[in-house]
């Protein structure tokens, strides 16, 4: 799947291992990268559900973006790149999402 990221800030940490330890530490920036690993490696977004992460759609204000846990309290949020394919009837068609963007690494909760 295609990944990029909201802003080059966020993208510039994401990508620096040693960027992440400093601002999540060692075991949080080891996680961030198999996550963002995972979102690189699947054909589409339905493909993450069986992934490691609990990879799942978000409700509420987050409507329309999933998100994965990336060590408590910490998640990957992540919304689809537009355009974006709509079920019939309504709703977001996840199958046909292949494209992504990063929006933050973030404790929401």
Known sequence: MEV????KKLETVA?????LVRKFGAKSARLIRMR???LE???NVEELKILPGRWH??????AGSWAADVGHPLRIVIRPTP?????VGGGINWIEIVRVTVIEIVDYH
């Open 57 to 62: 759609e978000l409700t509420g204000t987050r």
């Open 4 to 7: 990029t990221f909201a802003d």
């Open 36 to 38: 963002l690993l995972s």
């Open 15 to 19: 990508l620096s291992h040693s960027k």
């Open 83 to 87: 355009p974006i394919p709509a079920k």
């Open 41 to 43: 490696n699947v054909q």
